[in-house]
Nanobody, 116 residues
Framework: VQLLESGGGLVQGGGSLRLSCAASGLRLSMYDMAWYRQTPVKERELVAWINNLVATKYADAVKGRFTISKDNAKSTVYLQMNSLRPEDTAVYYC???????????WGQGTQVTVSS
């Protein structure tokens, strides 16, 4: 199983980025998928989550600005991030959690930096 994030970078405050998480070795429909983020001074925190029924949930800090989606055919999960703020600066990680069996997997992370 491999999760490969991409799409991070440097953006000005108010700008947008779209992160992608390409999954291989697993069937996306059998996993709940999520984006987390972490900074050097904060623990890894949940940003957005999506299940096989396309139900979603978001951290309060990103509600209304971020949108998680997925394309099962492409085995890819996305995080559209709009109205970015400096406090969104973090390494963003993709996580796949099996709906049966309890296994989970992490990607290597992608850096997002928002300048003020």
């Amino acid at each position: 199983v491999q999760l490969l994030e991409s799409g991070g970078g440097l953006v000005q405050g108010g700008g947008s980025l779209r992160l992608s998480c390409a999954a291989s070795g697993l069937r996306l429909s059998m996993y709940d998928m999520a984006w987390y983020r972490q900074t050097p001074v904060k623990e890894r925190e949940l940003v957005a989550w999506i299940n096989n029924l396309v139900a979603t949930k978001y951290a309060d800090a990103v509600k209304g600005r971020f949108t998680i989606s997925k394309d099962n055919a492409k085995s890819t999960v996305y995080l559209q991030m709009n109205s970015l703020r400096p406090e969104d600066t973090a390494v963003y990680y993709c996580k796949a959690a099996a709906r049966i069996g309890g296994k989970f997997y992490w990607g290597q992370g992608t850096q997002v930096t928002v300048s003020s």
